[in-house]
């Protein structure tokens, strides 16, 4: 029954397929899928173009014939473009050109060759893979856009029941609150307008990356050798396009908050901000990562960071990051902060503050805390906050959870947790000094007993508990909890936290409130570690790249916080 497939039914007339006429068929061209009589085979086919390289075969032996080439990809062999009379015979991957004898003779005998077939057979997996990281990179960026739009969906939510709130608490208002209302519902709607434009621009690329994949596969359905290599590293250049767009050095999103007034409610108002985040640089560390290590700034905007060990580098910034000096404790450093006064102050697994001068001199106590155990630290105007380790009291009801010392080590204020209002899990994980002198911080379980799971609490100066941050709806649930890693207080006041394990930052008010959450792989940050903010307002983030098990610090401009 296959053999009977290879030919027309005995019903059929099989004429030659040049002169129409002649039914006495003798062979077939299989390149131009034509049944020849002897004499067309002879005289015209001859005549058509590259007719030497064509595959003619004797009418019998088709049947074996496409036995034999059934699941082959041979490509055609090519012309030399210099060199008319010689078929091409390598592939040189130094120029990226096909070559015959006398190229490779005259310009090519250095130079890295290969066998056409196995650099097109090559280039056909780079093209399915290629097919492949379109599909992906499509996917994550609409994930990312999804949720961006989740979030101030969300948000947008929560501002109208505020509105709403207020509206009751103000009904002679109440035609104020209802022009509010329809303003943020067309500020929703921008914003939902502007995502779905970026919806749409990222699916009308993943199309011409699917209209260049098809162009690329039908061209090497043809199996012309020429224009298939052509084709993909065309193919290539698009995709890398493509791939870069997907993760930009910048990002910038509008984003809703709303300022209520309820003693002067004509002060009420819905505003429009817009966050940036750009990365200036990327410098490689020669650092191994760990997962306590700290980094922190001094006055002349150089980078101190810790190895997780004994061991603390001074970095400067110029082109690249060198280290200008190398400081060492004995025992193994938790947190280090710099003073305007060029002193490092650092928290060990000692229960001592340690005082470390930048001119070298020998490391010394500057205060033992004993019986409590200091872990974070935040230094500002001379003054230095100090979290503590708790985990070793089973109640932790009015215990010292935080400490206020001045720059000799003196304690200017106790923080006691008053009905464990303040503290509910494990540690005081990293503190953050506002420029009114209140305090925000992470209360944490340690990772290796509570998987970091934690949240966000603010206090004022004196010790009032004001709110507390318990992550966002849309990326953090019963299945992936909050695990707030660091907080860093800006020029205005508001914060920025980190997250274990995500490429997040939470944007916070001073008020707790959520102002957007960033996506930090929307601009090449998928592992971040350790942050700070400089004297110049610059934000610097390490991250690790696990392919390349190398640790990258970045420089980040922000603004609209």
Known sequence: MAYSASFPRSQDVLVCGLCETNTKIKVKCMDCDLYMCLKCTDKVHVKFKNAHL???????NIHSHKRKTEGKSEFKPVKCKDHRQQLCCMYCLTCRLLVCTMCIAKTHQQHLLEEIQTICLQKVGEMKNLKNRAHSTTEKLIENLHLMANIEESKSTEIEQKILEEDELARELQSRCMRLHKELKEKTKRHTEII??????????????????????????????????????????????????ASQKQFNINTLQYVPNYEIQSNSKSIEMEIQFEIKAKYKMDMIHEYRYSITSDKEGNIWITDGGHKIQQLQ??????????????????????????????????????YLPFNGSRPRTLKDLSPC??????????EIIVGMDCSSVQDKSDIPFMLRLDADGDIIQIYENHERQFIKNDVVLFCSNTQDGDICYIDSLFMDSGDGIGDVVFMSQEGSFEWNY???LFLNSSDNPFRPAEVLSTVHNNFIVSEHGRPAFHILTKLGDLLTIVNLSLVGVTSPGPSTIDVNGNLWISSEDKGMNKIFLSLVDFSGF
């Open 196 to 245: 779905k434009e970026k919806e749409s621009e990222i699916l009308k690329d993943e199309r011409d990356i699917k209209v260049a994949i098809q162009q690329v596969e039908n061209i090497h359905n043809s199996q012309n050798t020429g224009l298939f290599l052509e084709a993909v590293n065309s193919l290539q250049t698009k995709m890398e396009s493509f791939e870069q767009s």
């Open 373 to 382: 155990k200091p872990f974070s630290l935040d230094v500002s105007n001379n």
């Open 470 to 472: 318990e992550g966002n």
């Open 54 to 60: 064509h595959d003619i075969v004797a009418l019998e």
């Open 317 to 354: 910034v110029k082109e690249s990051l060198k280290t200008v000096k190398t400081l060492h404790l004995e025992v193994d450093i938790i947190q280090t902060r710099c003073s305007n006064m060029g002193i490092l102050y650092t928290t060990t697994k000692s229960p001592a503050i340690w």
